[in-house]
């Protein structure tokens, strides 16, 4: 495929950096890179400290650029002053609140970024893993409550407005893009899922592993609490006397709470079965993982999406999770799996370890859940959803269309076979013809009914091929009997669309008007770069449903041309 970004420039933490997000930035730009569609990719990086340096992680394809000192007031303008001398195509900010700086003046200033690099004209997408929203301050260690919390969050709303002068902004939780919307009314804030990292060779637990590894990994002292697992410990000891358990702690302390690790050091050094790892490189990280038997979250509150949850999946282990509700979310929504536990209560948890290791089955069920999860939603494929947004960025041109025609695809369809998948779902594949003022037009239609997920379309390019059907406009999926559609089925309209515009052609989606199927699209965001198209109400019953025949085709193509010529697209993209 011919490139169609030959420069895109990222702002990221990179390691060896150890400034948060650097590992999801090293997963995140390399995919990019495997893209055929991107020429030169640069990352704007933080400056190392003297004697360090990128080399390591260097690789063919990805210039590094450290250029912005963290913790520094200038950083901003550092970067503004860098761009000036790149010719870039877009850039692509990878942030959250805490990216610039651990003080309050540098973390806050870093983040004018963004709208910096927006007046200098180019497309800015930035993608935001955490909002202020829904942060309680002191439990990141930034405030104490009382009035200094008020005051914080204060200038948190007014850095996001700041955030929001991007031409789009992605968050990765979709109650995040409701409030974002809802908060500052606009219409850029967009879903973009967190994605999970490359998948290793997966390495099978045995059923009873002669030691149970619990780790724990993270920056802590603040909402990551290392007490709970150290705390269940001695309960699991007591109630599981001939079973071996080690737990791990790997990371290190979160920037506001130093000396946290150091205090938990001196009080566990007696106990040979508590490992603390201190800081793990990038290269490290799958040993530490695939020699873990539960990934433990000893989380007090949530900031956004957790990279340990893809990283679980990723190497297909169980996780025991506490049950809030915006971690919950996000396992519901991505298809991942757990064990819960009482939040901050180490009875609970060292029960909700029992469960799994009293079944295995259960266990393992956990395992191949999350590694499929993780297979289903790679950033890869995350790669696909930006492209999508920055040529309709870059082009002003909606690359999906919305339909709302009744309950049918126009009455000359052509059913041509059907098949039935897994569970309640089905497939009805057949074209369509109509003629506008292009003349005669043909349309691929796949009807689905059930659930929409993670393989609900076959390969893309034998279902065409097996259609045998000239077709001058596209594909119509109707998915008026879709009963649901998650997170994972959103990535499979993008895939479907990003292949149709390999082959110059269009997706229309038919779905009911006000449907929970239209709501969720909405929602997600992927309405800015969606077309939707009007047309006149019909009753449903009045549409025949019977198979075109050869003798009806003109009256039928021209009843066809009434349903459809009214169509009218609306601005996309608006804010």
Not at 173 to 189: F, L, P
Not at 453 to 464: M, V, Y
Not at 506 to 530: H, V
């Amino acid at each position: 495929m011919k490139e169609s970004l030959p420069h895109i420039v990222f702002v990221s933490p990179y390691p060896p950096s150890m400034v948060t997000l650097n590992e999801y930035g090293y997963h995140f730009i390399r995919a990019f890179r495997r893209s055929p569609e991107i020429g030169k990719i640069t990352v704007l990086c933080p400056q190392l400290p003297k004697g360090a340096s990128y080399e390591t992680y260097a690789e063919e394809g990805i210039e590094l650029l450290p250029c912005w000192d963290f913790n520094s007031v200038l950083a901003a303008f550092q970067i503004k002053r860098q761009m000036r001398k790149l010719e870039a195509d877009a850039v692509i900010f990878n942030l959250q609140f805490m990216t610039f700086g651990e003080g309050k003046v540098p973390a806050a200033l870093g983040l004018l970024a963004p709208w910096l690099c927006r007046r200098q004209g180019l497309p800015v997408i930035t993608l935001l893993h955490n909002i202020t929203e829904t942060v309680k301050l002191e439990n990141i260690g930034l405030s104490k409550g009382g009035l200094a919390a008020k005051l914080m969050l204060q200038i948190g709303r007014v850095l996001t407005r700041f955030i929001l002068k991007s031409d789009l902004v992605g968050l990765t939780i979709s109650q995040y893009v409701g409030i974002i919307r809802q908060a500052y009314k606009v219409k850029h804030a967009v879903l973009l899922p967190h994605g999970s990292f490359d998948l290793p060779e997966r390495i099978q637990l045995p059923d009873d592993p002669d030691t149970y590894n619990l780790l724990a990994f993270g920056k802590f002292g603040t909402y990551k609490k290392a007490e709970v697992l150290l705390e269940a410990l001695p309960i699991l000891r007591q109630r599981y006397p001939h079973k071996q358990f080690r737990v791990t702690i790997a990371g290190t302390d979160n920037p506001n709470v130093k000396g946290y690790i150091d205090r938990l050091q001196i009080q566990y050094r007696h106990d040979p079965d508590v490992v603390f790892t201190g800081y793990v490189p990038e290269e490290e990280v799958a040993a530490l993982f695939q020699s873990a038997t539960l990934i433990v979250f000893p989380y007090t509150a949530t900031t956004g999406s957790s990279g340990i949850l893809h990283q679980a999946g990723s190497y297909a282990r169980a996780c025991v999770l506490p049950n809030m509700d915006d971690l919950a979310r996000v396992v519901e929504e991505e298809g991942y799996a757990g064990e819960y536990f009482e939040t901050a209560n180490p009875a609970s948890l060292a029960a909700a370890i029992g469960r799994l290791l009293e079944n295995p089955d259960k266990r393992q069920d956990i395992e191949e859940a999350n590694y499929r999860a993780a297979a289903a939603l790679s950033m890869d494929d995350l790669v696909n959803w930006y492209l999508a947004y920055l040529q309709s960025l870059q082009t002003k041109a909606p690359g999906l269309e919305v339909s709302f025609m009744g309950k049918s695809i126009p009455e000359q369809f052509t059913p041509i076979r059907q098949s039935h998948a897994a569970g309640n779902r089905a497939l009805t594949i057949g074209h369509a013809q109509w003629s506008d003022a292009k003349g005669l037009q043909t349309w691929h239609v796949l009807r689905i009914s059930g659930a929409f997920s993670a393989g609900s379309i076959p390969d893309f390019k034998t279902l065409f091929d097996d259609l045998k059907t000239p077709v001058s406009g596209g594909l119509y999926l109707d998915m008026h009997e879709v009963e649901r559609i998650d997170l994972l089925g959103l990535n499979e309209l993008i895939r479907l669309h990003r292949y149709l515009e390999s082959q110059h052609r269009k997706l229309r989606i038919l779905c009911a008007e006000k449907s929970d199927l239209y709501q969720w699209l909405q929602d997600s965001g992927l309405t800015y770069f969606l077309r939707i198209a009007r047309t006149d109400h019909h009753d449903a019953a009045e549409i025949p449903n019977e198979k075109h025949t050869q003798g009806k085709q003109e009256e039928r193509i021209q009843a066809g041309t009434e349903y459809v010529k009214n169509i009218v697209p609306n601005e996309a993209g608006s804010r």
